[in-house]
């Protein structure tokens, strides 16, 4: 599996972006998509998951009600349209890939597979 992420930039406090997670290769053995950030000196943190269905959503509480991931039927790509930034969202996101089910438990390490990341920045 193959992933690619794009759609990151600078962008200002209160605004929007859309970040895509194109997926290639083996997509029928993907259970779930996350995405996770990473903002210089901290770990990596959950951000939001879905499975390949796209049947459920997870998101965490950071980002309850700004962020939005979804994957449309029959296309091998994931969504995370972001609204009302705040500067503390400024990081890299990365999208991840799940081949065994646990994706919405929001544990990167229990993911496969990687995107490069797309970097995000909120200016106050």
């Known amino acids: 599996v193959q992933l690619q992420a794009s759609g990151g930039g600078l962008v200002e406090a209160g605004g929007s972006l859309r970040l895509s997670c194109a997926a290639s290769?083996?997509?029928?053995?993907?259970?779930?998509i996350g995405w996770f950030r990473q903002a210089p000196g901290k770990e990596r943190e959950f951000v939001a998951a879905?499975?390949?269905?796209?049947?459920?959503?997870y998101y965490a509480e950071s980002v309850k009600g700004r962020f939005t991931i979804s994957r449309y039927s029959g296309k091998n790509s994931v969504f995370l349209q972001m609204n009302s930034l705040k500067p503390e969202d400024t990081a890299v996101y990365y999208c991840?890939?799940?081949?065994?089910?646990?994706?919405?438990?929001?544990?990167?390490?229990?993911?496969?597979?990687w995107g490069q990341g797309t970097l995000v920045t909120v200016s106050s």
């Open positions: 991840a890939a799940d081949l065994s089910g646990d994706y919405y438990k929001g544990n990167p390490e229990t993911y496969d597979y």
């Open positions: 290769g083996r997509t029928f053995t993907i259970y779930g």
């Open positions: 879905i499975p390949w269905s796209g049947s459920a959503t």
